[in-house]
């Protein structure tokens, strides 16, 4: 079996270079507006509280680990496998604006020495499309909350409706392709090797990814049990963010904490954000302005949103860090290995 291709990018582009200063600008500015004195002051109220999120993140990461170990076909894909895949993928991913298209693949190359690669690239996708569906449900359900409760000019509501439109979209497609076995990929790449048009790259892969698409949207078939196990674990891992988002403000504002549902809004805002910013790395600068228009909107303090984006940068930055050291172990257990003979079995 063939080592994988190292995924670490090589120098910043034009694109991440341009991203990560816009968001340092924008964070700058956020931090200015809302008060530096109040956002340290929020910084220290939350104090050691910072394990509590620290270990409530490293849930959420176990939860999409056990639902990537059962998107696999076999057994051979371990929770401990993917647990430490997606920590390294997702450092990966922070790293650099191509986000998905960087951390994805590097999460499948991770567990090459568990499946195969196209084991691994199935069960990764599929683990994907399962935890759209659960992102789509929370931003529609967040969009839905917020023009419930906040009142809205009639330009920000048509953009709420689309918005809406859009993620039930994403959920009918996705629950096509996993319960109708909806085929969208193979028939593109064929209509477009017809006309001449599919580029070279892709051609020469072409049997490859319309295997790998066979096995993702036959996979309802073959296991439907798992379908709901599944979502209801992906569903787990927003839970798990709600209550992130409800620690935090009790840290920050005490027993005035907000309620649930406004508790609920802030975490759908974040997964929002994440979506539409995933090639600002680190959400620098957007996670701060966002956060904090939602938390004044929801009446609580200024600068109360700052500085729940700032702890969660910290957060992010400490399983960046294990993801950075889990990825510095494995190139030394690599280099230290002896050669191998390439394995003539398919990947």
């Known amino acids: 079996m063939d080592s994988p291709a190292d995924p670490h990018p090589r120098r910043l582009s034009p694109l991440t270079l341009t991203a990560a200063l816009f968001g340092l600008v924008l964070f700058g500015w956020t931090i200015r507006e809302a008060g530096l004195g109040l956002v340290a002051d929020g910084i220290r109220r939350v104090g050691w509280g910072l394990v509590v999120i620290l270990g409530l993140a490293g849930l959420r990461f176990l939860v999409r680990a056990w639902a990537w170990s059962l998107s ?4 051979a894909l371990r929770v401990r496998d993917t647990f430490t895949a997606l920590v390294m993928g997702d450092a990966l991913g922070n790293l650099t604006p191509l986000g998905l298209f960087v951390s994805e693949p590097a999460k499948a190359a991770f567990v090459r020495h568990r499946v195969s690669l196209m084991s691994a690239l199935a069960s990764i996708t599929l683990e994907n499309l399962f935890y759209a569906q659960t992102v789509a449900l929370v931003i529609a359900a967040g969009t839905v909350g917020l023009l419930w409760v906040v009142s809205v000019s009639a330009a920000l509501r048509e953009a709420a409706l689309f918005a809406l439109v859009v993620m039930a979209l994403v959920m009918i497609s ?74 935090t403000l009790l840290l920050l504002v005490g027993p005035a904490a907000p309620t649930l549902l406004s508790t609920f809004l802030l975490e759908a805002v974040n997964r929002t954000i994440t979506v539409l910013f995933k090639f600002v790395p680190l959400r620098l600068g957007v996670d701060e302005a966002g956060t904090e228009i939602v938390t004044r909107v929801l009446a609580l303090p200024a600068g109360v949103g700052v500085t729940m984006a700032v702890v969660r940068k910290v957060r992010m ?31």
Do not use: C
């Open 72 to 75: 696999a076909d076999g057994p």
């Open 317 to 347: 930055l400490g399983w960046m860090a294990l993801g950075v050291a889990l990825l510095s172990a494995r190139g030394v257990r690599r280099s230290r290995s002896p050669a191998v003979p390439p394995s003539t079995s398919a990947s």
């Open 174 to 247: 996705g629950t096509l392709v996993l319960t109708q076995r909806l085929s969208l990929v193979a028939p593109t790449l064929a209509w477009l090797e017809r006309r001449g048009l599919l580029p070279a790259a892709l051609a020469v892969r072409l049997d490859k990814l319309r295997s790998l698409e066979s096995q993702v949207v036959g996979f309802a078939a073959r296991h439907p049990a798992r379908v709901v196990a599944i979502l209801g674990i992906e569903m787990l891992f927003h839970v798990l963010g709600v209550i992130e988002v409800w620690v």
